[in-house]
């Protein structure tokens, strides 16, 4: 039998030196604490409502702001329009805010992230989105209620200014403290519960292959890795709780891999899927895991991102020798959860067009990639199909 998750996960945060995170049933319960530890005294609370709802917390967060100021609730449960991050920011310039504590799935963590810049900043938040601004100066306490974004562990916000994707990044929004309850994520939709591990499972990947990895995010990669492969169909379909609790951790580290990698070539092609056709996001990025897999690696001369090192991972948490073998296993997992383990199985409008995707995404992500690749190569990968047991389909 396998020891529980949480003395295993007490003891790997121990060892990553992850002093800044607090993970367990119940670990919502030291939020008042950590307030007073910050003295903060005038928070923003900014929550997902149906996620709050949905887990209960909002019970756990009356206690934790009990003892502060008339605290300041807003409800944001999808991405902020500039203008409403400007607004919401001058409120805390004017309220004196001296804390947000945030809680919810990716959108809202992002949010509240972008609130507090915007409250450090006397600007506009469009005009920040060309890297021009000052450091956060709130402490932001992130509480993720979805075991998918990471984004409690990274200085990453996501920002669309008229449709077009921003990514925020500051050493400073970088939440002062990250509060992971599995609990909290045992209520999720079985189908956002899949996007988000989707989500993990890509920026596990990753992050092991990106040529901006480093020794400490690879070894964030991997023991996320470890964590999502055995865990993500019991969590997601089961809704196995310490499954689900494993999952949290995998999630939380992969935040913390890529916040020192980045990504790569999955995320970069998953944008325009996710804005144009509302696929959500961990979904669209799964789409083109196997096959970037085997792009990146069936060619010797992808050496960048410490390539042996993430086949040898594969290749041990799947327990495969070969590419072809990782890339089958890859593609079973994704189709066990719902996910689709291509853009072919996404089955898009019939205005979708690999070729015009190919010339329409993020091309800062790409440059992370082992392997560099020309329009005609993503074309390639968007185009791959695989059968039933998950080969190549000619």
């Known amino acids: ?117 915007r409250a450090s900043n006397d600007r506009s938040m469009a005009s920040m989105a060309g890297g021009d601004y000052e450091a956060n100066s709130i402490p932001i306490i992130a509480v993720p209620t979805t075991a998918g974004s990471g984004s409690e562990a990274t200085h990453f916000a996501v920002l669309f200014v008229d449709g077009e994707k921003h990514s925020i990044s500051h050493a400073s929004l970088r939440p002062t403290l990250s509060i992971v309850d599995p609990t909290l994520i045992a209520s999720v939709p079985r189908k956002v519960a899949a996007a988000a591990g989707l989500d993990v499972l890509c920026q596990a990947i990753e992050s092991l292959w990106s040529r901006r990895g480093d020794d400490k995010s690879r070894l964030f990669a991997s023991e996320s890795l470890r964590l999502v492969v055995p865990n993500l169909h019991p969590a997601v379909m089961q809704g196995d709780a310490d499954a689900q609790a494993a999952l949290c951790l995998a999630s939380h580290l992969a935040g913390q891999a890529i916040n020192r990698s980045t990504t790569t070539i999955c995320h970069a092609l998953s944008y325009m899927i996710t804005a144009r056709y509302r696929v959500p996001h961990g979904m669209a990025a799964a789409a083109t895991l196997p096959a970037s897999l085997l792009f990146n690696y069936q060619q010797a001369s992808a050496q960048a991102g410490d390539a042996e090192h993430c086949l040898k991972e594969l290749s041990s948490v799947f327990q495969c020798s070969t590419v072809e073998a990782i890339a089958r296993e890859l593609v079973l997992l994704i189709r066990s959860v719902g996910g689709a383990a291509s853009v072919a199985e996404l089955a898009l409008p019939a205005d979708y067009k690999a070729a015009e995707h190919a010339r329409k995404f993020n091309p800062e992500r790409l440059r992370n990639n082992p392997r560099p690749a020309t329009p005609d190569d993503i074309v390639g990968i968007l185009l791959a199909r695989f059968d039933h047991e998950g080969n190549v389909e000619a």
């Open 1 to 117: 039998m396998s020891p529980p998750v949480v003395p295993v996960a007490s003891e790997l945060l121990q060892k990553l030196s992850l002093t800044q995170t607090e993970f367990g049933e119940g670990a919502c319960r030291c939020l008042r604490a950590q307030l007073d530890r910050l003295c903060a005294r005038r928070p923003l609370l900014v929550r997902d409502p149906a996620a709050t709802a949905a887990t209960n917390i909002d019970d756990e967060l009356t206690i934790a702001l009990s003892d502060s100021d008339p605290c300041t609730v807003l409800d944001v449960g999808t991405p902020l329009a500039p203008e409403d991050v400007d607004r919401y920011g001058q409120q805390c310039r004017e309220g004196k805010i001296d804390c947000v504590v945030a809680v919810g799935g990716g959108a809202t963590l992002d949010a509240a992230k972008l609130i507090a810049l």
